[in-house]
């Protein structure tokens, strides 16, 4: 399959769970891969390692989405190392719960800043790189559009602003044929919220299909929105969650 050949993509947070399935997607389907990191080198390196041995370039680049300083230089260094960004992925996010009281400042600002704001800051530093035709993904939540259950509030909003971020830069990137949307994942089987985890009966009774994704599935999704299936998708905001919200 190589629907994506002679594309580069950059996907933040791509060491990891649902990021390393796309990352590991995009470079089945023949694109040429940059992706972000935090903490996990050994990680990262083992990715790219499994990228070149397919034959695709590949480039680890330790970022903190927090921090803007970080998105404009993971950009441009990828953007150096590929030649250009076809496909932006804004995959990197961190979650955490609680009563809207017991948040501090500190929280807040996290999480606005890396659910929220970097996903922004990456796109506008990419599109000097991104060629007419590019697409931009993001990975939102469908907490984003229902909130299911107490204590999520903070981590909803900083979700559900990608929607509206979604939409006004379909408008704004349309004329130059640059494809923008938002995947909303349900419940997916990560670390972060593992399907054998506590919680996890809760969340698996709210889906149609009794059952937990898998990060492939939400890899697909993406990978059908980067290639020449999604030409004609601009603007949308896409629910792989098994039906939580249905």
């Known amino acids: 399959m190589t629907e994506l050949a002679d594309k580069t993509a950059l996907v933040t947070g791509g060491s990891r769970g649902i990021g390393a399935a796309i990352v590991a997607a995009l470079a089945a389907a023949g694109a040429d891969i940059?992706?972000?990191y935090t903490a996990s080198a050994d990680k990262a390196a083992a990715i790219v390692r499994q990228i070149e041995a397919q034959g695709r370039r590949a480039l680890a680049i330790k970022a903190d989405s927090a921090d803007p300083g970080d998105i404009a230089k993971a950009v441009r260094t990828a953007a150096d190392a590929l030649g250009r960004i076809d496909i932006l992925v804004n995959n990197a996010g961190i979650a955490f719960g609680g009563a809207p009281e017991s948040h501090s400042l500190e929280e807040v600002d996290r999480m606005l800043a890396v659910n929220t704001r970097a996903p922004?800051?990456?796109v506008q530093a990419v599109l000097p790189h991104m060629p007419d035709g590019g697409r931009i993904i993001t990975i939102g939540s469908c907490l984003g559009e229902v909130v299911r259950f107490p204590g999520l509030t903070l981590y909803a909003m900083s979700k559900a602003a990608l929607t509206g971020m979604t939409r006004g830069l379909a408008r704004d990137l349309g004329p130059r044929r640059i494809t923008?949307?938002?995947?909303?994942?349900g419940p997916v089987d990560t670390d972060m919220n593992p399907a054998d985890?506590?919680?996890a009966k809760g969340q698996q009774a709210l889906t149609a299909i009794g059952r937990y994704?898998?990060?492939?599935?939400?890899?697909?999704?993406v990978r059908l929105l980067a290639g020449?299936?999604?030409?004609y998708v601009t603007g949308a905001q896409i629910a792989v969650d098994g039906g939580t919200n249905a």
Do not use: C, W, Y
Not at 180 to 185: A, E, G, K, L, T
Not at 228 to 231: A, E, F, I, S
């Open 34 to 36: 940059a992706f972000t």
């Open 120 to 122: 922004f800051l990456a």
């Open 180 to 185: 923008v949307n938002v995947v909303q994942p």
């Open 197 to 199: 985890s506590e919680r």
């Open 213 to 221: 994704g898998k990060p492939d599935e939400i890899a697909a999704m």
């Open 228 to 231: 020449p299936g999604g030409t």
